[in-house]
């Protein structure tokens, strides 16, 4: 799947939906529009590896959402200024067979030599199954001579027979510059679909074979089932609590610490395994997803029709859709909130930011010029 998003990061809330809603194994984005300064933990989504190529300077880059159930690794990352970025990823399917699939993104200013390099660099992957999903700001409506001989040339087919960008003065002028480009058409069927993230339709394609079959998702958990809180206390009693003022170490005071309550906790709350539903978003409730699907049913019958009226219909329901979508996740926060558990709600909070944090001991303060490593500065 691909979609030309024109900045990620504002229309991330968004994009996320888009990833619920579709439930892709690889989403390639196309504009990213990111810097070196945006972490991957401010756009990534739960369950998916992601892979960018930015440009240095401002607009374009290209980023591609992987399943993290599919063994995935990047094999060429390249950024032109002025010409084009392009990102290639290895997809292992089985033990015997792989996928190749890269990401690219030309501006429309890009000069001729752009498409030279494009080719010289993916050709060395051309011996096994390939798929180029993005944006090349080539008209394929109207193939140009120059890039048709090159496709040929390279045994890659345009799987997308459809416009990906319409005038919105006028529902039946498109263009095609989204692409799908594979030299396996045959084993591809493929889709164009509306949505509300830029003025870009998102563009698809289903793989015809055997699925790689998913892992689980599992999660450890303490399990409180059997949990006897005061027989819990008692053996918190038995141990002999002040031989930490014993200690002149701060870390081993730390290690007995340690030691002695996860012992005891793991007798009372051992940890358990359990599978966990497959979430992007708690706050996408199912009645998105049929709003959604109905905006998809307009769009396709006012491009059908030709109709102005359809389209203003359709319009209107986007509109509905992105204010729903917004709401609903302002009213699963208002929720959190209202239940008091400050707890649960930071979880929620620290879950849809993708953030981990971690504590560690202070190894080394400064003072004003002066470094030390002392421990005992601990007790201080």
């Keep these: 799947m691909h979609v030309n998003i024109r ?9 996320t939906a888009v990833a619920h809603s579709a439930n892709p194994d690889v989403l390639a984005v196309s504009e990213s529009w990111l810097r070196k300064a945006t972490k991957n933990s401010e756009i990534s989504i739960p369950n998916y590896n992601i892979f960018r190529q930015d440009r240095t300077a401002k607009g374009g880059g290209v980023a591609v959402y992987c399943r993290d159930s599919l063994q995935s690794n990047v ?59 993005g944006d090349l700001n080539w008209d394929m409506l109207n193939t140009p001579a120059v890039l048709q001989s090159k ?25 095609l510059i989204d ?51 005061q027989a819990f206390l008692i053996d918190l009693a038995r141990v002999s609590w002040k031989d930490i003022d014993l200690i002149p170490s701060v870390e081993d005071a730390w290690s007995f610490f ?38 998809n049913i307009l769009w396709r019958t006012a491009i059908a029709l030709n109709s102005p009226r359809d389209m203003q219909l359709f319009r209107e329901v986007r509109n509905q859709y992105t204010q729903s979508v917004r709401k609903a996740k302002a009213r699963f926060f208002r929720q959190k909130f209202a239940s008091c558990n400050s707890k649960k709600f930071w979880d929620t909070v620290k879950s849809m930011e993708n953030k981990s944090t971690s ?22």
């Design 258 to 295: 340690k030691m002695n309550f996860l012992t005891i906790l793991d007798k009372h709350a051992p940890f358990k395994k359990c599978r966990t539903k497959n979430r992007y978003s708690p706050s996408f409730v199912p009645d998105l997803t049929a709003l959604d699907q109905h905006k």
């Design 359 to 380: 504590f560690q001991l202070l190894t080394a303060l400064r003072l004003g010029n002066t470094v030390t490593t002392d421990k005992s500065i601990s007790w201080a």
């Design 75 to 133: 094999i060429l990352s390249r950024s032109i200024p002025k010409q084009f970025e392009l990102l290639i990823l290895k997809i292992t399917l089985s033990r015997n067979k792989s996928l190749t699939v890269a990401a690219c993104y030309r501006p429309p200013s890009a000069p001729s030599c752009a498409l030279d390099t494009i080719c010289e660099l993916i050709a060395p992957h051309l011996a096994s199954e390939f798929v180029l999903l």
């Design 7 to 15: 900045s990620l990061l504002p229309k991330f809330v968004l994009f």
């Design 179 to 229: 692409v799908i480009l594979t030299n396996w058409p045959s084993k591809y069927t493929s889709a164009v679909f509306n949505q509300d993230l830029s003025d870009y339709c998102l563009i698809a394609c289903i793989r015809y074979g055997s699925a790689v079959k998913r892992p689980p998702l599992i999660t450890v958990i303490r399990s409180l089932k059997h949990f006897c809180e």
């Design 151 to 175: 496709l040929d040339a390279l045994n890659l087919t345009k799987i997308i027979k459809e416009p990906t960008r319409y005038n919105p003065k006028s529902v039946n002028k498109g263009t």
